[in-house]
């Protein structure tokens, strides 16, 4: 498998307008806009860092992910995403050496990129997150 670099941080907030005061308004880091990722019940916001990104994420239903972590863990750090060349073989690879995925094929994210989530108990308690940009 081939991770070519962090690819960004994932954010739980509440809401990013008010997750971005910190990020923009202290920091001085720029939102690069947002997009409604409706098969995650998610809204996504960027902020570009170097090569790297801060993904700020506010859940549009009470069911999704994001809701569902803020509720059990409070807002915060909610995963880390490391691009791969070829995310479709870094999932075969994964599953080969065992590891439990949470998504075993690629499915759409934010940003046109191709994502899958491994799972926390196999990563050390993090939920990590691959994706493909083409």
Not at 15 to 28: K, P
Not at 71 to 88: L, M, P, R, S, T
Not at 109 to 114: D, F, K, S
């Amino acid at each position: 498998m081939e991770i070519l670099k962090i690819d960004h941080l994932g954010i739980a907030v509440p809401s990013i307008d008010e997750g971005n005061t910190f990020w923009s308004e202290v920091l001085g880091l720029k939102m690069a806009g947002k997009e409604t990722v409706e098969s995650q019940k998610v809204t996504t916001a960027f902020l570009p860092i170097g090569q790297s990104e801060i993904e700020l994420l506010e859940s549009t239903a009470p069911d999704g992910p994001i809701a569902k972590f803020i509720e059990k863990k409070g807002a915060g750090f909610q995963h880390v995403a490391f691009q791969v060349a070829d995310i479709k073989a870094a999932l075969a690879e994964l599953k080969e050496k065992g590891v439990k995925l949470i998504d075993e094929t690629p499915r759409g994210g934010a940003g046109g990129a191709q994502i899958a989530f491994l799972h926390p108990k196999a990563t050390g308690g993090i939920l990590v997150e691959l994706c493909q940009r083409d």
